[in-house]
Every structure is written in structure tokens, then in C-alpha cells.
T-cell receptor
């Protein structure tokens, strides 16, 4: 079956702009979570959604937001981009987000802010 | 807060050498522990996991044992291959948080 699909794979934006990243989970998976990966900070949790509800949020400014649709697809939005937002953004999906279900990661969207 | 510390890389080994990547954790609850692997240009893949003390996770020749007394979850493989070259992440998750806390990753390079 198809894996987790993230679009676009690469993105270049200018400081001050906003960006929307998309994640299509594996069919049947209802939990979607997002992570930011940078060389300096490593992998950091952004947020997790289950059945359109945000169940947990990481320690990121309000410029970072997300949502999940009824078909479990998820988007994250970053407004007023800063140079430090340049990163690989990874999406993961699982059946229900519990410890008993494996999380599958997409290949990520590489965002470069110039 | 909860955290994961893993050994700095990169680690460079010859093919068939023994591998150990150290991982220790700090957690207030009773976490499950994981090793994920990231190949170049790819997302993370679950390598193995352990959900309670003394559990041993294993997969593809890799093993790790959940040691509560030393708060450790070291990754080992008896004989590495060139194809094992990747970045390895140790992680924990606690029930009800719906998130992973990752270590900084250890890059492994295996030479033929």
C-alpha cells in the first residue's frame, strides 16, 4: 500500500511569506503528527492530530499551525517565515497514535527560507 | 522534562565489525523506547522497540534491551554491512502524549 506522502518535497520561500505543507497519511491511519528536523535542534515535535482534533502541541510559536481534514489528510502552515524556519518537515501517520501502533514517516518537505 | 541522549557521531566501522550506539533517557513516566533509522533522502523507519523494562527489541540483526536501572537502550549489531550506513535515532514516547522525543541522531558509516 502507498506510504505517507508529503508535498511538496522542496520549497523555497522568502522571509515574511507564509507556507502550507501537506501530508497524506497511509490509508486507514487516523493519527498524523509533524516534526521539524534541523542540524542544530534535531527532531522536534510540532503537533499531533487524531480525527481532526489536535491532541498535543510542541513548544513552537503561534506562527506554526496545523489542521486535519475528515479524510485524515493534514496540513501545516507557517506564517511570517523566518530564516530559522529552514528545515526538513516530517509527517508521520499511525492507526491511532498510541504506543502500540507503529508510526510511519514520509520523506519530508525541505523548506528553505531566504 | 523527558529527554534522550545518544552518543555523538559519526561512527565509522569496517564491514563485519561490531556496532554499539549508546542511548540513555530521562523520563518521569514509564516510556516505551525506540530506535529509528534514516537512510539518505528518506524519512525515518522504525528499526525496533521495547515497551517495558528488560524487553529486548530486535530486527535485521540489530538488538537493544530496555534497562530501567541504567535508563539505557543501547543499539548493538554483531556484524555491520555497508548497507547499514545511515543515521540512527533513539527515541522515547510516553502513553497519552502522542509524540516521540528523539535523540540527536548518530551517523554510521560502514566501509567495505
Amino acid at each position: 500500500k502507498a506510504g505517507v506522502t508529503q508535498t511538496p518535497r522542496y520549497l523555497i520561500k522568502t522571509r515574511g511569506q507564509q507556507v502550507t505543507l501537506s501530508c497524506s497519511p497511509i490509508s486507514g491511519h487516523r493519527s498524523v503528527s509533524w516534526y521539524q528536523q534541523t542540524p542544530g535542534q534535531g527532531l522536534q515535535f510540532l503537533f499531533e492530530y487524531f480525527s481532526e482534533t489536535q491532541r498535543n502541541k510542541g513548544n513552537f510559536p503561534g506562527r506554526f499551525s496545523g489542521r486535519q481534514f475528515s479524510n485524515s489528510r493534514s496540513e501545516m502552515n507557517v506564517s511570517t517565515l523566518e530564516l530559522g524556519d529552514s528545515a526538513l518537515y516530517l509527517c508521520a501517520s499511525s492507526l491511532e497514535g498510541s504506543l502500540n501502533t507503529e508510526a510511519f514517516f514520509g520523506q519530508g518537505t525541505r523548506l528553505t527560507v531566504v | 522534562g523527558d529527554s534522550v541522549t545518544q552518543m555523538e557521531g559519526p561512527v565509522t566501522l569496517s564491514e563485519e565489525a561490531f556496532l554499539t550506539i549508546n542511548c540513555t533517557y530521562t523520563a518521569t513516566g514509564y516510556p516505551s523506547l525506540f530506535w529509528y533509522v534514516q537512510y539518505p533522502g528518506e524519512g525515518l523507519q522504525l528499526l525496533l522497540k521495547a515497551t517495558k523494562a528488560d524487553d529486548k527489541g530486535s530486527n535485521k540483526g540489530f538488538e537493544a534491551t530496555y534497562r530501567k536501572e541504567t535508563t539505557s537502550f543501547h543499539l548493538e549489531k554483531g556484524s555491520v554491512q555497508v548497507s547499514d550506513s545511515a543515521v540512527y535515532f533513539c527515541a522515547l514516547s510516553t502513553s497519552g502524549t502522542y509524540k516521540y522525543i528523539f535523540g540527536t541522531g548518530t551517523r554510521l558509516k560502514v566501509l567495505a
